[in-house]
């Protein structure tokens, strides 16, 4: 008869997880701050203006999953799957911080 095999620790992969999800929250406020950042110090044109502006919003949009998302990795001892709705929405607003931070060059 094999031994036991001991049983995994649940708290080590949702712990990993919420430090990811602090981790892109931390890169997604660097990439916003230095796009608003950009866009003050070249002169401020409408087109700059209007990406630090969608920067900021989308920002906040993150935020907010990434909240969500940490508050579900806190809770009970087997956190829920992330929802497709949540994915979407986070990698939506990676990928439009992105495309505002390189705006703010123009």
């Known amino acids: 008869m094999p031994p036991p095999v001991p049983a995994r620790d649940p708290g080590l992969q949702p712990e990993r997880t919420r430090l990811a999800w602090r981790r892109t929250t931390l ?5 916003a701050v230095l796009a ?6 070249q002169g401020s044109s409408p087109l700059a203006l209007v990406a630090v502006t969608l920067s900021g919003l989308v920002w906040l ?7 969500r998302r ?9 956190p829920r799957v992330l929802g497709v709705r ?21």
Do not use: N
Not at 27 to 31: D, F, I, L, M
């Open 86 to 106: 949540a994915a979407l929405a986070a990698a939506a607003c990676t990928v439009a911080l992105a495309c505002f931070a390189v705006a703010t060059l123009f």
């Open 27 to 31: 890169s997604c406020t660097v990439a």
């Open 36 to 41: 608003a950042k950009q866009a003050l110090h």
């Open 70 to 78: 940490i508050q579900t990795l806190s809770g009970g001892a087997r």
């Open 61 to 67: 949009g993150f935020l907010a999953v990434a909240h």
